[in-house]
Nanobody, 125 residues
Framework: VQLVESGGGIVQAGGSLRLFCAAS????????MGWLRQVPRMVHVFVVG???????TYYYADSVKGRFTMSRDKNTVFLQMNSLKPEDTAVYYC????????????????????WGKGTLVNVSS
């Protein structure tokens, strides 16, 4: 599976961006899909995930609840980001495969999966 993210850019605090991730190579409707993000020299942080296209359960990190909305359609996953904050600045990675489960504070993504190369979101104050 190949994943290509797009939609990142520079936006002022309070603004919005919409990220896209296109998967190719196989149908991924039965796979978990979602997003993680990373700032320099830090680990990847969970943002949002959904275990398969027929599930209405979307797991969101507390930090983005009410501001970010994930959706998916066939082999594409979208991330609508509203009310952006400077702390949302990061490289956003699309992930496909594995399993998303509720965690102690934020959901956890486990298992082997595919990753895209990321798209940079820069929120200026």
């Amino acid at each position: 599976v190949q994943l290509v993210e797009s939609g990142g850019g520079i936006v002022q605090a309070g603004g919005s961006l919409r990220l896209f991730c296109a998967a190719s190579g196989r149908t991924v409707s039965g796979y978990a899909m979602g997003w993680l993000r990373q700032v320099p020299r830090m680990v990847h942080v969970f943002v949002v995930g959904n275990n398969w296209s027929g599930s209405s359960t979307y797991y969101y990190a507390d930090s983005v609840k009410g501001r970010f909305t994930m959706s998916r359609d066939k082999n594409t996953v979208f991330l609508q980001m509203n009310s952006l904050k400077p702390e949302d600045t990061a490289v956003y990675y699309c992930r496909v495969g594995g399993t998303v489960v509720a965690g102690g504070r934020d959901p956890v993504w486990s298992g082997s999966s595919y990753w895209g190369k990321g798209t940079l979101v820069n929120v200026s104050s």
